[in-house]
Structure formats: structure tokens, C-alpha cells
């Protein structure tokens, strides 16, 4: 059972999502984007119709994507439950929703220009998190991410 | 004697090339054609077959009837002489075994030769210097704008010299009349992401009728469904609104920058597209239209003078403000068709505000004079922006009913409602600074005591 946040845990989603004809359907998407978890720092890669890769990066690297996602460990451990619970995000757990509800913001960027991305693909991001209902996910603790 | 005659060298080379045989062309010599026009008469696709059809009916023997071709006519009762007649007037044997195997009959060939049968043939146009063995690859994403733009083809010139509706990269011819465009800069219009965004635009659309999930619409309470139909009332006005404009606009933009053209054009489906989900929503669960707004905000983008002014207004700042509203509004929805509305029209929004705010990057990049005159134009739409606040109550209202889930909690509705414009504010600002466009400062008091 992969283990959230970790590379592995969302390999499980690329995998899912790249056999999607769904997914696929949405159109286009390119975007590298992060999720920050505490200090655990995810970058996930989508190009044209796929998404192409799934790293560990740092701090650093967060000024190259084009936004990352970051609420704290609990938010993010309600989301993926509500993913799991419904088969998918209900409306008080969408990406965008989380957006609205955080003062600075669930997806951030460096540039106001970048960060847009995270509108023009939400659909297929919020598909790429959606296939998590279809794993079982085994959550570090909040102390492993800190 | 005609085996006696030398063939010049590119003569030889060129028959070599076209599969006549040297017989042949020696006889073309002959006949008194010379080599120039005999390789003229190969580059016009004469075939061996039909020169020689032509070489004899010239010498007045007639061509020679194949035995298969004698028998098919047999069949179809073509008379010799037309057989003969039509070999001399240059047909193929293969195209008259393929009319009579059609079911031409005799006399109706005799009518098609009369009318002086096939159409004698220019060809010069392939003659054409345009860049010749151009081979583009699809990429992941197909084939694709950018996938194109190799050679010449890519050249995206920072003035294009023509007036007409000559496509980049192909040969202009004298005589043409102009076509009324205005826009010959590139700066005028170009965006760096334009190519991109029209190909994204075409593998995102989305289907109103069949995608909206329309079933699950349920009844709203009376104030919340007047506040709906209201707000899908002023989004489909102004959607059409843009719509309009950048249609308006199209005409002027030249062929140069024909990417400009093709993202526009998604851009105004995508507004049609807006336009006919927010009228449908109205007109689906009991409600009606609402009032018209007083358009004052519309005023400064149909006013707007050239098309950086149209953008700036239109589609970083109006657009900044429509993005956010879609934000809210999914997150706000009623039920999953609302969401399904505001989630995919936010979509088609950010990438009209991405083209329009990469556009004014690019013009501080390579005209930088033209900094203040950015500025000028923000101040005349932040104000009409403003005036519109003013002016238009109803708007205001209907979004903090629908956002407070009825009249009897406006005042929340009223606070999300502020949330949703200091967003858009700031927003509007970030975008602006990455275009390098520092406009905190100047930023128009009414907007600035949004984010304060």
C-alpha cells in the first residue's frame, strides 16, 4: 500500500491516470507542478496527454515549477479521505475550493503568470488526484514530513 | 534520320527523369520542337504515351490501337476513328480503357472531344519557389502550430509587408487587392504562447448540451435562483460582448501572424460557448433572464483605439475579474452542473487572460516606449471598471445572494463577495508584474481598497 506523500504514491496515480482514456479526454495538459506536504517536497511532470514523471525535489527546485500545491498535513490527509470516501473530490474539497479557502492561496508560484496553469488544467489535475479513490493509501505521519 | 540526332545532355537527364524513351525524343526533335520545349512539355506532365499520340496524329498516320485497347472498344462500340482521335488529341490508352470500363458511351465521347475535350493545362504554379520538401513531424501533442513553423514557414516577421490574404510563406502575385487589415507589426498582437494556447483551446473544448450534467439541477430557493439567473444574465452579456470586439478585431490582423488569428478564433467559441451555458442555465430550472447591465466597463473595450488598449482592458483586467467570479462561483455551485459550468468556463478564461497578458510581456520586451501608454489604458478601464460597480447594484447583489445562499445572508454574501474582488485585485496585479508591469501604485483607489 504506497504511502502518502512519496513518489511512489503518486507513481500509483500516473499509472492510473495514463491508462485513462477519461483522463485522456480532457485534453492537453502541460504543467510541472509540486505538492508540498510539511517539508516534503513532490514534483509531478505532465506532458500532452500523459503525465511523464513523479520526483522528489527541494526547495529549491519549487522556482521551476510552475506552481505547487500546500496546505497543511491534515488538510491534505482530508482531502484524499474525501477523494476516497465519495470516488472523488465533493465540492468543499475541490482544488479550486481548497484555493479559495487558504488566505495565501493551495496552489502558489513564484509568478503570477505560471500559477495560471493551475486554472487552465484544473480539471485534469483535479482528475489526477481523483484517481486516488482508486488506491489505498497508507498516510506517513505528520512528524515524517516535518 | 531521327536516329542520327544527338540529345542534348539535359534533355537526356530530363527524359531519364520523366520515363520517355529516347526514340521518342529524338523523334520530338525531329518533328522540329526544341529541347527547351520538350523538357517544358515533360515539366507539364506530358506523358510519353500522349507525345507520342501527338507525334503521329502530327505526322498523320494516326497512332497506333493497341490490341487490348482495340478489344475493350469492341466491347464499349467505340468506333477506330475515335479511338484514333482521341490517342491524337493526347489522351492516355489507360483513360480510355477507364472511360469505356465507366460505360462512356461512343457518343458521348464524340461530344466530350468536340467541346475540345480535356482542358489544356497551365502548370506554371508548380513552378512556384516556395521552400519545397517541408516534412513536419507530429510531436506528442500531435501535429501541432509550433510542429509547423519550420524553415520559412516559422519566420514570424516583425513587419509583414502584405495587404492581402496571402498565407505566410507562400509566393505573392501582382495585382491583388488589399484586404483592409491595419495590424502589419507584430508587436501589435504577438504572444509567445499564442500557438500553444490554440491548440490547448482545441483539445480542452468541452460540450454544453451533452457535458453539463443538466439532470442534476434541482429547484433553488426564489432569491437564489433570481440571483443565478441574474448573474448568468450579466456573464452572457459581457461574454458576448467579447466575443463581438475581438471579432471586430480579426479582420485587421494580417496573414503574418496568422497563430493570432486561429488562438482569436478559439477565444470567440470559447465566449459563444460561455454565452449559450449561462443562458441555458437561466432558461433550465424555472427562472428567466435578468436585467441588463449598464455597460459602462463594455464602453472602454469597444472604444479601445488599437489592440494592445483591447487587451489590456478587455482581457487582463475585465478577464481578471471574470476569472475569479468562475472561481467563486464552482466553489459556490449548487449543485454539479453549476460546477461543471464554473469549473470548465474558468478554464477557457485563464487562457484568454495567458495570451492577452504574454501579449503586453511582449510589447514592454520590444517597445518599451509604450510602457505609459499601458498605463493610460488601465486607468481608463479601471475607471469604467469602477463606474460599473457603481452603476450596477444588481450584479453586486446577486452574486452575494447566491454566494450567502439567499437575501437573508447578503451580508456574508457581501464579505465572500469582496473576498472574490481583492482575489481578482491581486490577481490582476500579479499577472501585470510578470508582464513587468509595476502597477500597485497606480492602481485606481476603488480597486486598491479591495485588497487593503
Same mark, same amino acid.
Given at each position: ?49 500523459? /503525465? ?26 482530508? !482531502? ?67 | ?98 472511360? !469505356? ?39 506528442? $501533442? ?51 504562447? /499564442?500557438?500553444?494556447? #490554440? ?29 443565478? /439567473? ?27 501572424? $496568422? ?85 470548465? /468556463? ?5 487562457? $484568454? ?8 510581456? #511582449?510589447?514592454?520586451? $520590444? ?9 493610460? #489604458? ?75
Amino acid at each position: 500500500m504506497p504511502s502518502f506523500p512519496s513518489v511512489e504514491w503518486f507513481n500509483a496515480l500516473k499509472e492510473i491516470v495514463n491508462k485513462d482514456p477519461e483522463f485522456r479526454a480532457l485534453g492537453t495538459v502541460d504543467s510541472v507542478l509540486g505538492v508540498k506536504v510539511g517539508n516534503k517536497i513532490i514534483e509531478i511532470t505532465f506532458d500532452a496527454f500523459e /503525465c511523464t514523471n513523479v520526483r522528489d525535489a527541494g526547495e529549491n527546485d519549487l522556482r521551476d515549477m510552475d506552481f505547487w500545491l500546500e496546505q497543511p498535513y491534515d488538510n491534505w490527509k482530508d !482531502m484524499i479521505e474525501n477523494i476516497k470516501k465519495h470516488g472523488k473530490a465533493d465540492l468543499s474539497h475541490t482544488l479550486n475550493t481548497i484555493d479559495l479557502s487558504i488566505p495565501e492561496g493551495f496552489a502558489r508560484a513564484h509568478d503570477g503568470y505560471r500559477r495560471d496553469a493551475f486554472y487552465r488544467f484544473n480539471q485534469s489535475i483535479q482528475d489526477f488526484f481523483n484517481a486516488s479513490s482508486k488506491i489505498d493509501t497508507q498516510f506517513l505521519t505528520e512528524a515524517a514530513v516535518a | 534520320m531521327a536516329d542520327t540526332i544527338t540529345i542534348p545532355e539535359n534533355l537526356r537527364a530530363k527524359a531519364s527523369e520523366k520515363g520517355w524513351p529516347e526514340d521518342l525524343v529524338r523523334q520530338a526533335l525531329d518533328a522540329g520542337a526544341g529541347a527547351e520545349q520538350i523538357i517544358g512539355y515533360m515539366d507539364q506532365g506530358v506523358t510519353a504515351e500522349q507525345a507520342r499520340g501527338f507525334l503521329a496524329a502530327q505526322a498523320g498516320s494516326g497512332p497506333e490501337i493497341s490490341d487490348a485497347l482495340k478489344a475493350a472498344a469492341a466491347t464499349a462500340q467505340w468506333p477506330e476513328d475515335l479511338i484514333k482521335q482521341a490517342l491524337a488529341a493526347g489522351a492516355a490508352e489507360a483513360d480510355l480503357l477507364n472511360f !469505356m470500363n465507366m460505360g462512356v458511351t461512343a457518343e458521348q465521347a464524340r461530344e466530350f472531344m468536340a467541346q475540345g475535350g480535356a482542358p489544356q493545362l497551365d502548370l506554371s504554379w508548380m513552378q512556384v519557389p516556395t521552400e519545397w520538401n517541408t516534412r513536419a513531424r507530429p510531436t506528442k $501533442h500531435g501535429l501541432t502550430l509550433e510542429a509547423i513553423n519550420i524553415g520559412k514557414y516559422g519566420e514570424i516577421p516583425d513587419v509583414w509587408p502584405y495587404h492581402t490574404e496571402m498565407p505566410r510563406g507562400a509566393v505573392p502575385i501582382p495585382g491583388v487587392e488589399s484586404m483592409g487589415y491595419s495590424i502589419f507589426e507584430k508587436q501589435e498582437v504577438w504572444s509567445d504562447n /499564442c500557438a500553444a494556447l #490554440y491548440e490547448e483551446a482545441i483539445q480542452r473544448r468541452w460540450r454544453p448540451a451533452t457535458d453539463v450534467p443538466w439532470a442534476s439541477i434541482e429547484p433553488l430557493a426564489d432569491d437564489v435562483e433570481r440571483a443565478l /439567473c441574474q448573474i448568468c444574465t450579466h456573464i452572457s452579456e459581457k461574454e458576448q460582448m467579447e466575443a463581438d470586439v475581438l471579432g471586430r478585431w480579426e479582420p485587421d490582423i494580417s496573414y503574418g501572424y $496568422h497563430e493570432v488569428k486561429l488562438y482569436l478564433a478559439t477565444t470567440i467559441f470559447e465566449n459563444a460557448r460561455a454565452v449559450e451555458v449561462f443562458r441555458k442555465r437561466a432558461l433550465s430550472n424555472g427562472g428567466g433572464l435578468g436585467m441588463q447591465s449598464p455597460g459602462w466597463g463594455f464602453r472602454s473595450v469597444v472604444d479601445a483605439r488599437n489592440f494592445t488598449e483591447m487587451l489590456s482592458i478587455q482581457m487582463v483586467l475585465q478577464d481578471s475579474l471574470t476569472l475569479a467570479q468562475y472561481q467563486y462561483l464552482e466553489k459556490y455551485a449548487k449543485n454539479p452542473a453549476e460546477q461543471y459550468i464554473a469549473a470548465h /468556463c474558468l478554464q477557457d478564461k485563464a487562457r $484568454h487572460v495567458a495570451y492577452a497578458i504574454s501579449h503586453i510581456k #511582449y510589447v514592454m520586451m $520590444h517597445r518599451a516606449d509604450r510602457r505609459e501608454e499601458v498605463q493610460r #489604458y488601465l486607468d481608463k478601464g479601471e475607471a469604467m471598471m469602477l463606474q460599473d460597480d457603481k452603476k450596477d447594484p444588481a450584479t453586486r447583489e446577486a452574486f452575494a445572494i447566491y454566494f450567502g445562499d439567499g437575501k437573508a445572508n447578503i451580508g456574508e454574501g457581501l464579505q465572500i463577495y469582496n473576498q472574490m474582488r481583492k482575489r481578482a485585485v491581486e490577481q490582476y496585479l500579479a499577472r501585470l508584474k510578470w508582464a513587468t508591469i509595476e502597477r500597485a501604485d497606480g492602481l485606481n483607489p476603488g480597486l486598491k481598497a479591495f485588497i487593503q
